[in-house]
Each structure stands twice: as C-alpha cells, then as structure tokens.
C-alpha cells in the first residue's frame, strides 16, 4: 500500500498543473466538488499526492462552459468516453517498390491521416502526390475511415502515384527539404515553424526503453565514471554557459546535396507549359555534378539546360522518376548512402523531439550555425507568403470568420465538445502564428499602412485580415488615463478580459481574437476584423457602450441579456450611468466596452480593458480614504496611468473571503437568538443591535489586522497549505475556512452551481473541526442559507430572515437575501456619471474596491509570504515568481511592496531565495522598461551594436562601455548623413550610443523608486550583485527571455574591467515576446482532477484510469505538446512508479522531460524538476550513469536559473548525495550530502525533520567511510530532533537510537582492532570488521523517501478497512456531520514515516 506525504513541496510550476501555461488562469474559477474532502492529506492513510496536487487541487476544477450544466456527474462522461474509443484495426498498405506492411488505424481517422503516416514512414517518406485506392476506387481524403463502405480488419489498400500539379510539386519539393533538414535544429534556433530544442537524448544515449534491458545491475558498478564536471560541484564559483546546449553529434548534418533551388528560368514558357513542364529546379550534387531537373506532370528527370542556356529536353538517360529522391539515387551514390543513414536516424528520435509545439516557445542562446542555402526559406521570404495558403482554397483565412465559428459549433455531448475544443484550440495557434509574423513585419517596415499619411505611430496596418496597431496614445485618447503608459497597458489589459470573456464562454457573445505582441521596442496589437466594421464609422456602429470614455452612452436589450449571464462568473454588477442628456442608461460591464453587431449578425463585444474593477492602491482619488491596511503600506500611490485593475484571482479570493465572513456573522446571531430563547432575557431588537456592532463594526478589521501579525511568525511547519485568512481571533472566535462550507457555498450563491466559481485553496482538515466546535451556529447558519435560496425566503421565519439581512449588508452583498458581491467596473472611471438615486449603492461599491485592495496587502500579500515559508510555493526565477503572484492575485506592481514586506518578517533568513529572485525580476522589469524606450530610437542596421552596447552597460564590470557605431560598410560619411535623416523616427539615431553604465544604473534605480516604489542603493551590476546575491549569468538569461534576444553561446567574461564582455556579433537575433488567450480542454481538465482526488483518496487503480483517460482527451484536443499534457504525464509516471510498474514510469516521464523542455524550455524550471522524477526512475531500474547525468544536468540548470542557494537545491544534492553513496563514491557523496544539509538547516531551521533526515543521510556515509566517530556525531544530532520533535516511543526516534548503538559498537570494535595492532605489531589477530557497502534497496529506500514517496506495508486486511474509513469519512462530510476530530481513526498514520 502506498502513501505519500507532500514532505517536499514541489515547486511552483507543479503546484496547479493548469496554470503553468499562462500566468493569468483562465478558466480559474474552480468548483469545489467532490476533491474537496480528499485533502486531509496528512490524515488520511493511503494518498499519492500528485506532486503537489494538494496544495490547488481544488483551485483546478475547471468551470465547464458557462451554459452546458457542469456535467452530468462523472458516469454520463465515462459513459461517452466510450463513444470515443472506437477499437481500431489493421490495414495492409501497398506501396510501389515496398513489401506490403500492416498499419493500425482507428475508425474516426480521416484518409488524410493515413497519408501523413505514409509521408513519416522510413521507406515510403519520400512520397507526397499519391491516392490510396480500395479495390480500385480512389478514398476521398477528408473520409473518415468508418465512413467507406467495404473497409475493414485486413483490407488491402494501395498506394498510386499521381500525376503532379504546380501545387503537388511545390509541396513534393517542400517535403524533401524538410526530410533532408529533418535532423538540422537550426529552424529551432530561428524559432521557425514551431520547432523548439531538446537535449535530453544527449544524456540518455538515445531511448530509455532500451537500455534498461541491456544492462545488468551488477557489472554496471565498475564501469561508471562518477565524477562531476567542475563547474556543477558545491560551492563552485564559475558559471559557463556553453554546457546549456550541449553539442549533439547527429547534428552535424550528414550532407545528401550541395544546393537544391529553383532554376532561373522558372516559370516555364507557354510551349514548355503544354508540354507538361511544371517548374525547374537547380541542383549540385556531392559529387560537384551540376544538374537542371524538370518537375513535369509525371515525375522529375534531367534536362539538358545549363545556367546560360535553355534547352528543356530530356537528357540522355533522363532518369524519370515519380519522386526527386528516386531521381537523386541514380545520380549521386553520396546522395542514396546519405539520405538513406538519414532517415534511419530521423525514425530512431522520439517522436517528441520532432512534433511541431502548438506555440512557438524561442531560446536566448544559439551556436553560430552557418547559413546554408535553402530554396524554401528563399521562396517564402520573396513571395509574400501570408498564412499557409498553399493548403487552403481561397488564399488568405479569414481569422475572424473561423475563430467565431469554432465557438458556435454544438457542444452537447462529449464527443462534440471534444470537436469543438481542438477546433478552437487549432484556430487559436493558427491565429497567434499568423499575428506574431505579420506584427515583426509591421515593425520590420515590410507591411503598408492604411493610414500612410500619418506619422509613425499613429499608423494602422491590415495584413492577413488581421489589423495591428501600435501601443501609443493615438489622438490623445488616452490623455486623461496616461498617455503613452496607459496606451502601453490598455492592449494587456483587454486581452485579460478577451481571456475572463472567453472562458465564461456564452453562446452568442463573441470576442475578438487579440495577441498582444511585443518587438524590437515596439508593442503591436492584433486582431481579428469584425465584418463591415471599416466600411463604417465607429460611432454609428457602436450600439452599446460609450467611444468616449463615458461622455455619450448607448445601451441594448440584447446586449443586457448576453452581458448578464458573464454578470455572475466575472462578478460585474448591472447599474446605470447618465449619457450626455443627463437620462440614466444601464450597462452591464464598464462604459469602455463597445458593443457592435457585425454585418454577420453576430453580436461582438471589443475593448474591454476594464473588466475587472480598478486598483485603489495605485488609483489616488481626491477626497477618498483607503482603509489604514493600505495607508499603513504607503498606499495610494501614484501610477504611470490610470488602468491600474485588480486580478481576476484576486477578486475570486475576496469573495470567498467575504462568504466565510458572512457565515460566520450569520451563526454568531443564530447562536445569540437561541442563547436568548434559552434564557428568555430580551427581546430580539437588542440583540440585532449587539451582534451588529460586535459584528459589523470590527470584525473585518481585526481579522486582517491579526492576520498580519499571525502570518509573519507562522514559520512553524502548519498543516493548513493556503488558507487565504490565518487562525485570527477576531470578535467572534477562533475560525478558519472549512471543507463543508466551501461545499455549500455554490447553493448559497443561487444559480452560481452551473459556473461554480471559486478559487480557493485547500484548508487542513482539522481547523474545520475546531470552527465546528467553537461555533455551533454554523451548521444552522448554512442549513439557513441554503433554504433561503431555495425558497426565495418565503418560508422563513422573519428571525432568520433578519439574521440573513445582517449579514448581508455587512458584507456588502449586492442582494438581502443571500450572499452576492459584485463589483461596479466604472467607479472612480474619470468622466463616468451616475444618476443620484444610485448614491448609496455607489458608496457601497466604492467601500468594497477600498475592502478589496486592503485585502490584497492585509491578507494576499502575507499569505504568499507564508507560502514560501512553509515551501508550499518555490519560485525559481522570474517566471515562476510571476506566477505565484498572479496565482494569488498580486500584480507584479506590487514587487516592491511584497520586498519590502519580506524584508520586514522574523524570517527573514528563510526567504532569502524568494528575496533574491524578486530583487532581480525587480531589477531586470525596470532594465526592460528602459530597454524599450531605448530600442525605438535605434535604426534596423545599427540594431546588434544597440544591444550589445545595451548588455554590456547592464552587465559588464568594464566601467566605460563604449558603443562601436557601426561603420558605415557602404557609403561615404558625407552621404550618410544627409540619408540619415530619412529614417522613420528620423533625428539623431545614434543617441543610444552616448548610454554609459553608470547612467543606466541611476535609470534603474530611478525607474524602481518610481514604479515600484522600492530603493536599490547601488550604482553598478557590481555593488547589485554583491549586495544582493545576485549571479550576472542569471540577470543575463532574465533580460534576454523578457525582450526576446537571442545571444550567442559561448563564455561571456562580465567581469572583466578592461574590455566589455559582448560585441555586437554577440547579439544573433530578436525575438517577438507573445501574449495570447490559451483555450482549455475543459473534459479532459475535469477527468485530469477527478482522477488527482482519486489518487489522494489512496484509489490508485481508479486514479489512474481516469488520469489516462484525461491524457487522451487532451490529446484529442491539443495534439500530443502541451503544458498540461506534460503535468499528466508527469502523474502517470509518478503513479506508474508508485505501483512498481517501473519501466512504464520510466517512458511516461521521459514524454514528460521531452515536453518541457519543447513546451516551456530547456532551462524552465519545472524542467530542472522533471530531469530530478527521471533520474530517480532511472536509478529505480538500474540505470545509475544516466541518473547521475540527468541530476548533474539539473543541477547545472538550477546554478544557471537560480544559483546554489536555493531550498530545491538540497533535495537535489540530497538525491546526487545518495546515488554517488550507491556506486561508492563517498567523498564526492559527501560534498553534495553535506551542501544539502547546510541548505536544509538555512531553510528549514535546524530544528526540522529534513535537517534530521539530512544527518541521518550523511551518518551513513560516514559509515561506510568507516569514520563512525563523524558518523555517531551526525547520528546523534538527528536522533536529538527526532526526540525533541516526535517524543521518545516515535519509532523514527527508535530506529535512530538502535543505528546509534550499531555504531557505537562498530567505532568500539574499530578501536579494539587498532589497539591490538599497536600493541602486537604486524602479528596481532586482527578480527574481520563488518564494512557494509551500501546496497541498492536501501539507497533507493531513502532516495523515495527524500522525494516524498512513501510505500507503507498493509496487509490486504487493513486495505479493507482503510477504503471503508475513507468512504465512510466522505459520506459523513457530505452530510456536513463529521463531529468526531480526524484523530480517533482506527488506523494512525502519524507513526509512519512523518516528515515534515
């Protein structure tokens, strides 16, 4: 039987598998079903806790579609689940020229399907214009194989080659290119076509699979060669660069031809055309031979043109062949020995290495690769290729057309969700694509605006049928908000409402598709065009909404009807603004969200940058007050623009927080009427006056204030993970959230069950019992506030009902009768008027923006800091750090404040990893903010000079950077300048050049002061990293993934005070940085969490199931790369390992490592933690040189992310420590065992159970070293946590004692043994000494243990009894009774192995 306690945590990434994606979740709004009863994880005896699954498992349940009903409980889905997986069969292929092969298909597959598994085949690879014909009758490609009548197990298909069209041969050539570059990354580098790097099959040799079978444990000790490379040991103080891209030896390119182009005398001339004649390539050969080849209708042959002359007949012999490559075979032997090693090599990689991912994800280091020619590169870039065209009738797409209709298509049942998702979901990367590409050629100059008259910024582009504009204040629209900064925010701002809109998803309102794209400076806007919107002006087709910020409002019936359905989810309140007359019109979101109908008849919504209400702490309002939480914190402060809004999670947050308050008011006054009834004292009045001003009043208040305090000294080890409201007593008593609650809280909220939004996180089990116990209230409270839903409180008596209504209002619920808070979007928005009847309501609302941005710095703020000090989250780097803000609802404007905060808690010491990460995304945020103004005054040739120069006064120690100016190659200087001034942008490009280090620095430090309000008292990148910490390798990786620029790899000398570390042949390329909505496969989510709570319930089996089922409907949705496919993989394997199947955990992970690194990045930091799963699993099957490679290679990426002092960093070493124990290496296991006892004890405080562990794990090499006098000393220290922490009869306690007394014997017997030699000399009798060699078991024994997996023997007996407690546990939380305390179980779980 298996357990696992989340000892370790796992890092951020891991900790929601959904969010991983996209800081901002989108569907985020979880209901809290059935995972909610599951998480008691350190009570409830069998759980595998899915890396950190328990911490969010809840926050994931993914809101279905905002109007299908949630679903109809888990068997209706497994019950179409069926549909899907039709059994598949066999077919046999005949292919000319090949044996006939066997190939499995599956019913659904279309024909077409079948022709990409012949173009990917070895042997047939080379074919692309065939049919597949049936007995004789050709198949229409887009059939779906169930649909052909007379196909079936065993039928014989043929392949037949088809006579070719221009288009066939242009596609036939494209795909040889692609086959003879098929094993080249430089497209990966270029960040091409979807092509991203991976190195994992450099550490592997090749596949996993296989080895495991090959090697025999035993002999595979001798052989291993241990050491470390230098740079990864503890404590070293170098940090090269080259080892993130290790040299792949299959990559230098095996070469099969010189050059393959199209010919100069292309297109061919009429006569040539009615011969057949296609198009002519030009060819050289290994060999040198120069060859001119004739694409024709029936093949490829040689013709007898040369470079000057045109002769199009045949050569002598002409070789016709169907395919280019059966023609090169007979021409060039290099060419059929090389291409035919080559695709060996391309079918041996996994096919993970070479999918194209569903985003383009760019790597900020390349090698120089030589450009080559490459006649398809060359076509693309002169033709002006829009989208793919060449695969789509009618040329360019139109996006808007195909992104709407994804969104209508039926989504009744599983199967035609399933449709409708992967349509949306394939349109979506189409479109960020086709937006990225048509963006850098907006700022590249190549597109034509269609307002050329105007000056630079003011231009719009439409390309594609994608309008772009550029990020500036156009028209002083923005003057009131920010000018230029707020025209900067506005496009990210509306995307985050394009995404909130998105996932609501209600039939019939539709959004624009909108990328967000940042390049060379410059931020674009794309998006999809409404139909007929630039036929007519925008005043006359906006029919809802205002244009001018609220000055003239229009409002719509229809509109109102669509908006309210998203009223609920996005917590928008309906209310009315006066127009330009002075009439009241009532909206439904903020005045700048236009509604127009297209002249499709669809009803569209656009501009929604205000859809989650404004941030008072960055919103200086004259006469309002912000409550003391704020003030205390030095808000308000002033912002660059005034667009400054809250987060969606942060909103979510406040509200849960709201209905805990409000249950909590309601049971204190239902307890004090039945006190009274009791004593028959007063009358009722009187009490709703007392529970009013104990309630009303304070409690709000000293809630957040106790929190404050609370949670800066909560460093003890809790078993809670996030609770957004600390154990603060507050007027009423000792409360927390609690699993009932939450569960009743969708039937409280009315209809909210459909969309159950709440993103909560998972309370321990045990702080629901003690607010059980200590107010009895509560369970009436609910049974209150369900019935009042039910029956619009007809039926209750008015005590209750008053009950209620208090409670209510003090909440600032929106309705009397139950619990609803929404906000108003347009408070505080400048030239917004209300009408005066509203006035109350508009205080109201005024006083919940104030409680809520309070709530942010009272309540978020410290319970992020909390977080990372009980290590339930563990930022790596900037992008994790991020992503633990956005988790919780912080925006990044509050860095400074969060720094500031961490610099103020006791424990400090504790956070310095989290401190040090957030100094330097403080650091790189503001260096970026610089870089962007920087770069727009730069012109395109002087481009990697700017940067260089730009870097080098960023990083280098070299105190007088001097900027090269590119010497002009090309004209004389007189000329130049006169041209110069042509420039768009014109004036004085080489401004940039007079940057100097010492400048740029006091630019940061100013830009900190001002937009984050924090002071670095610094100077130079040298006085930063010396007074924080920080690793110039790391500050490089961060600015260069933020602004997109690509370097070279090589080692960069920062430090050097004579000459600068890069030059401009540094700086290789600049990438665009992408912001886009991430569409979500919301079935295979929901099975993905049912099967989690499975698991952490101890249902392995079931869990299981489910999670494969989820794996193959994401697969049907998002293809086989995605982020949330990897986070499944990763739990596959974890539970594979768990049920000993370990071969399966060892495949399953591998995916896993392979995906990250394609989908997030080499060096992302669930990577580093996805290379740590494997080696254990590599360890587990014997492989013990691939696991030590696969941790160093994490280690080296953890220096390089993070640098050494990080708490993973001593589970990481811990892990090294014990697999160098296992081959016998102890004083390279010692170097990394005590590293990461030195970590653990900063992190953890020397008191923990880790620091215990560590001991422990160091004892025993130590041991056998045969030192046992160190040996007993570090014994000892563990032994004394253990007795202080789990008391004397704990057996962990027992164990260390008897290996305490082991030892003592061993040093006894050693000394015995020593002293006879020295008093005999050479003739004593020396007694055997037992040295034990540590043996596998044992070491994996504790490698398990230090990674958090735990296998408890039960007999099948106590299995019994295990999963009837768990069941009768739920069915008693269900019913909202569980009285008994979680202790008096039958099985106690807390004498196993606890570790902290």
Not at 21 to 27: E, I, M, V, Y
Not at 678 to 701: L, Y
Request: aromatic share 6%.
């Amino acid at each position: 039987m298996v357990s696992k306690t989340d000892d370790i945590p796992a890092s951020v990434p891991d900790c929601n598998p959904v969010d991983i994606a996209d800081g901002a979740q989108d569907g985020k709004e979880a209901s809290r079903t059935r995972v909610k009863e599951s998480c008691g994880c350190e009570h409830s005896a069998a759980m595998v806790n899915g890396d950190g699954a328990h911490e969010h498992s809840e926050e994931t349940e993914t809101k279905q579609d905002g109007n299908t009903e949630a679903d109809g409980g888990e068997d209706s889905n497994e019950q179409e689940v069926i549909v899907i997986q039709d059994t598949g069969f066999t077919v046999k292929i005949q292919a000319p020229g090949t044996e006939p092969f066997d190939l499995q298909v599956s019913p659904q597959e279309m024909v077409q399907e079948i022709h990409q598994v012949l173009m990917d085949r070895e042997d047939t690879c080379h074919r692309t214009c065939f049919s597949l014909q049936l007995d004789g009758n050709v198949l229409d490609n887009f059939a779906e194989l169930k649909s052909i009548e007379g196909l079936q197990e065993g039928s014989q298909l043929k392949v037949v080659e088809e006579p070719y069209t221009v288009r066939e041969a242009r596609i036939h050539v494209r795909h040889i290119r692609d086959l003879l570059k098929s094993l080249d990354p430089s497209d990966a580098y270029n960040g091409v076509d979807c092509n991203s790097l991976s190195f994992l099959s450099i550490f592997t040799d090749g596949d996993l699979g296989d080895c495991g079978k090959r090697k025999k444990k035993g002999n595979e000790l001798e052989q291993i060669d241990c050491t470390p490379p230098e740079h990864i040991l503890p404590g070293s103080k170098e940090r090269p660069l080259l080892p993130l891209q290790p040299q792949n030896k299959d990559w230098k390119p095996m070469q099969c031809l010189k050059v393959l182009t199209m010919s100069g005398w292309n297109p061919p001339p009429g006569n040539r055309k009615m011969h057949g004649d296609l198009m002519y390539l030009y060819l050289v050969t290994v060999e040198e031979r120069h060859v001119s080849v004739t694409a024709s209708t029936r093949g490829f042959y040689l013709n007898q043109s040369t470079t000057y002359t045109f002769n199009p007949k045949p050569a002598n012999p002409s070789f016709l062949s169907h395919s280019l490559v059966e023609l090169l075979s007979q021409i060039s032997p290099a060419f059929k020995k090389n291409f035919t090693a080559l695709q060996k090599k391309r079918v041996q990689r996994h096919p993970f290495e070479r999918i194209a991912t569903p985003f383009q994800v760019y790597s900020w280091t390349a090698p120089q690769v030589d450009h080559a020619m490459d006649c398809v590169r060359a076509e693309d870039a002169y033709t002006s290729r829009l989208g793919y065209e060449e695969h789509i009738p009618g040329q360019t797409r139109d996006w808007n057309e195909e992104l709407q209709t994804t969104r209508e298509l039926p989504r009744k049942n599983l199967p035609e969700r399933l449709l409708r998702e992967r349509a949306i979901f394939k349109v979506h990367s189409d479109f960020a694509a086709a937006a990225t590409r048509g963006a850098m050629a907006v700022i590249d100059g190549n597109v034509m605006a269609i307002n050329p008259g105007e000056e630079t910024r003011m231009q719009m582009f439409i390309w594609n049928n994608i309008f772009f504009s550029l990020g500036f204040d156009v028209r002083d629209h923005y003057r009131e908000l920010g000018g230029d900064a707020a025209a900067h925010a506005a496009p990210t701002n509306d995307l985050n409402g394009v995404r909130a809109y998105g996932a609501v998803d209600v039939e019939g309102l539709y959004t624009l598709g909108t990328v967000v794209v940042d390049y060379r400076g410059y931020r674009v806007t794309a998006q999809s065009i409404i139909p007929g919107i630039l036929e007519r002006e925008q005043e006359q087709s906006v029919i809802y909404g205002s244009i001018d910020f609220g000055k003239t409002v229009v409002s719509h019936s229809k509109y109102m009807e669509l908006l309210d359905k998203t009223s609920r989810p996005l917590k928008v309140q309906r209310h009315n603004v006066l127009n330009e007359k002075n009439e009241a019109v009532e909206l439904c979101s903020s005045v700048e969200c236009k509604g127009i109908i297209g002249n499709d008849g669809r009803h569209y919504i656009l501009d929604l940058l205000r859809t989650f209400p404004p941030d008072l702490n960055f919103l200086p309002v004259e006469g309002e007050e912000l409550p003391p939480e704020s003030q205390r914190q030095g808000f308000p402060r002033l912002h660059r623009h005034r667009l400054a809004c809250l987060r969606q999670e942060l909103i979510e947050a406040f509200v849960e927080h709201r209905y805990l308050l409000f249950m909590k008011m309601a049971a204190l006054q239902l307890m004090q009427q039945k006190a009274n009834k009791d004593s028959n004292k007063a009358d009722t009045p009187a009490i709703m006056e007392t529970s009013e001003t104990s309630t009303e009043g304070n409690a709000e208040k000293t809630q957040t204030q106790t929190t404050a305090t609370d949670s800066s000294n909560a460093t003890e080890a809790s078993t809670e993970s996030t609770s957004h409201t600390d154990n603060s007593t507050n007027a009423a008593s000792q409360a927390t959230t609690d699993s009932e609650e939450n569960s009743s809280k969708p039937a409280t909220n009315g209809p909210l069950d459909a969309t159950a939004t709440q993103n909560g996180e998972c309370k321990g089990p045990l702080e629901g019992k003690e607010l059980e116990e200590s107010i009895p209230g509560l369970a009436q409270a609910k049974e209150l506030a369900e019935t009042l839903v039910a029956e619009d409180g007809s039926g209750i008596d008015p005590k209750s009902r008053e009950v209620v209504l208090n409670a209510c209002k003090a909440v600032g619920s929106i309705s009397n009768t139950s619990f609803d808070i929404r906000f108003n979007p347009d408070i505080f928005s400048p030239g917004v008027r209300f009408p005066d009847d509203s006035a109350d309501d508009i205080l109201k609302q005024k006083q919940l923006l104030k409680d809520a941005a309070a709530f942010l710095v009272s309540c978020q703020i410290p319970s992020l800091v909390k977080d990372c000090l009980d290590h339930s989250a563990l930022p790596m780097d900037g992008a994790t750090l991020t992503e633990a803000l956005h988790q919780r609802g912080i925006n990044v404007r509050y860095l400074g404040t969060v720094l500031e905060f961490v610099d103020k808690t006791p424990a400090k010491a504790q956070l310095e990893h989290f401190y040090r990460i957030g100094i330097s995304e403080l650091i790189t945020r503001c260096a970026k903010h610089i870089f962007k103004t920087y770069l727009q005054g730069v012109e395109l040739s002087a481009l990697s000079a700017a940067v260089s120069h730009f870097l080098n006064c960023f990083l280098s120690s070299f105190p007088d950077a001097v900027a090269h100016l590119p010497l002009d190659e090309l004209v004389s200087r007189r000329k130049s300048r006169k041209r110069r001034n042509r420039v768009p942008g014109g004036g004085d490009n080489t401004a940039w050049a007079s940057l100097t280090p010492s400048d740029l620095w006091k630019n940061i430090a100013s830009e900190a002061q001002s937009y984050y309000h924090f002071t670095i008292q610094c100077e130079s990148v040298d006085q930063v990293v010396e007074k924080y910490g920080l690793q110039k390798i790391t500050l490089l990786r961060e600015i260069s993934v933020k602004t997109g620029i690509q370097i070279l790899i090589k080692e960069y000398n920062f430090d050097s005070r004579h000459k600068p570390a890069l030059t401009e042949e540094d700086i290789l390329n600049i990438f665009p940085v992408v912001k886009h909505v991430n569409p979500k496969a919301s079935d295979a989510f929901h099975f993905f969490q049912s099967g989690q709570a499975k698991v952490q319930q101890g249902f392995l089996k079931e869990g299981c199931e489910l999670i494969n089922e989820a794996l193959n409907l994401f697969n049907n949705v998002y293809g086989a790369m995605h982020v949330e496919i990897c986070a499944c993989l990763r739990l596959l394997a974890r539970l594979n390992y768990i049920m000993g199947d370990h071969a399966e955990a060892l495949s399953n992970q591998q995916k896993a490592v392979l995906m990250s690194e394609r989908v997030l990045g080499i060096e992302h930091p669930n990577t580093i933690q996805e290379y740590m799963h494997l080696a254990l699993y590599c360890f587990a099957n014997g492989q013990l040189s691939t696991a030590l490679k696969l941790l160093y290679r994490a280690r080296y990426l953890m220096f390089l992310v993070s640098g050494e002092d990080h708490p993973e960093m001593a589970l990481l070493d811990s892990n090294i420590g014990l697999v160098l124990h296992g081959v016998m290496e102890y004083d390279l296991s010692l170097r990394f065992l005590e590293n990461a006892l030195t970590i653990n004890t900063k992190y953890h405080g020397p008191r923990s159970l880790k620091v215990a562990l560590s001991h422990h794990l160091v004892a025993r090499v130590y041991e056998s070293k045969a030192e046992f006098r160190s040996a007993l000393q570090h014994e000892k220290e563990g032994y004394t946590i253990y007795k202080n922490q789990m008391g004397e009869a704990h057996e962990k306690t027992k164990e260390s004692s008897e290996y305490l007394k082991y030892l003592t014997q061993q040093a006894v017997a050693l000394q015995r043994t020593m002293n006879e030699i020295y008093k005999n000399g050479s003739n004593a009798s020396i007694m055997p000494l037992k040295f034990t060699a540590p043996n596998m078991a044992s070491v994996l024994e504790q490698l398990n243990i230090i990674n958090g997996i735990i296998f408890i023997p039960l007999s099948q007996k106590d299995l019994e009894n295990l999963k009837a407690e768990v069941q009768r546990r739920q069915q008693l939380q269900e019913l909202g009774k569980s009285e008994e305390p979680l202790e008096d179980t039958p099985l106690e779980l807390e004498d196993k192995i606890p570790i902290d």
